[in-house]
């Protein structure tokens, strides 16, 4: 599923009706521990300078939620805290390398989402970011 929209709210109200609270309180608890504006580093991403540094993402799939946390990807330590986090809560994780595919609306630990963005600070994130890019 590709939702084409001009803004984030553009696409919040585009998501499909029976998960776009969970989607919304996602959006939220990931803004509210958001560590990269865009007007820090405004370079923005490599691959499309207009976009902002790509930390956290969220999108609305087909079968579910993905949840893209680059902050996670990077550094095997992160991986490894965040997923023992998600599994204390007793909620299945369904996980790639940085993407947590999240197809119960009503099992989302936002405290382990909230407590995992907070704690990357601008400083590492940008320069993790540009240790990768440049290699």
């Not at 930390?55 to 680059?70: A, P, R, W």
């Not at 902050?71 to 940085?98: N, P, Q, R």
Request: charged share 25%; with cysteine.
């Amino acid at each position: 599923m590709t939702i084409k929209a001009d803004s984030p709210d553009d696409y919040v109200s585009k998501v499909p009706e029976e998960r776009r609270e969970a989607f919304s309180a996602l959006r939220k608890v990931i803004n509210d521990n958001l560590p990269v504006p865009h007007s820090i580093y405004p370079a923005g991403y490599h691959c499309n300078p207009k976009e902002p540094l790509p930390h956290i993402s969220l999108g609305s799939q087909k079968n579910h939620i993905g949840l893209y946390m680059m902050c996670i990807y990077g550094s095997e330590e992160a991986h490894d805290a965040f997923v023992a986090a998600w599994k204390a809560t007793g909620h299945k994780l369904d996980m790639g390398k940085s993407c947590v595919r999240i197809k119960k609306w009503d099992a989302i630990p936002f405290d382990v989402i909230g407590a995992e963005v907070a704690k990357h600070s601008v400083d590492s994130v940008i320069s993790f970011y540009e240790s990768v890019i440049k290699r």
